[in-house]
């Protein structure tokens, strides 16, 4: 939970996945820009469709291409920080009795100890709970997410005008 990048020390391997995507996100910027270029053209009036459909599914593929891979690392992140939870919430059992004692103001003796141990087991609840479950730094997942609304403008302004039919197109 204390590591530097934000993503258990495993932030490299997120990288390396998303790098990859960045090849499979070609084909998905090769049929956004015709999708914006054909209605000039009448000739290509039959095409649009298909191009709607084919976007849908290139970013559907970029997608999987990113997640597919990094399921197993977030399957094991999530199986960590379960683990932390669990060992954390054993802790604070543990000091049930001394917290019951500090409150109804019997163990004066031991309040500042006890006080020092709240203090680091709360710290230590807030660090294991904003743990990251992916190997990915949250400005890489805006990123992905504003590259793919991006590249679905077309089909989203379409819609949005009622210019695609899902019915035919499906």
Do not use: C
């Amino acid at each position: 939970p204390w590591h530097v990048d934000r993503a258990a020390g495993i932030k490299p391997v997120g990288d390396y996945f998303f790098s990859q995507a960045t090849f499979a996100t070609i084909p998905a910027a090769y049929l956004a820009i015709w999708i914006w270029i054909m209605p000039l053209w009448d000739r290509y009036d039959h095409w649009y469709l298909p191009y709607i459909g084919l976007l849908v599914l290139a970013v559907i593929l970029q997608g999987l291409a990113v997640f597919m891979p990094l399921m197993r690392f977030h399957t094991e992140m999530m199986r960590q920080k379960r683990a932390w939870q669990r060992k954390l919430d054993e802790e604070f059992r543990q000091n049930a009795a001394a917290r019951t004692a500090f409150l109804d103001g019997s163990n004066v003796a031991g309040q500042g100890d006890l006080e020092a141990t709240l203090a680091l087991l709360s710290k230590r609840y807030a660090e294991i709970e904003a743990m990251p479950t992916w190997p990915v730094d949250r400005g890489l997942w805006q990123k992905f997410t504003f590259r793919n609304l991006f590249l679905l403008s077309p089909v989203l302004v379409d819609t949005a005008l009622g210019a695609v039919n899902w019915r035919t197109l499906l």
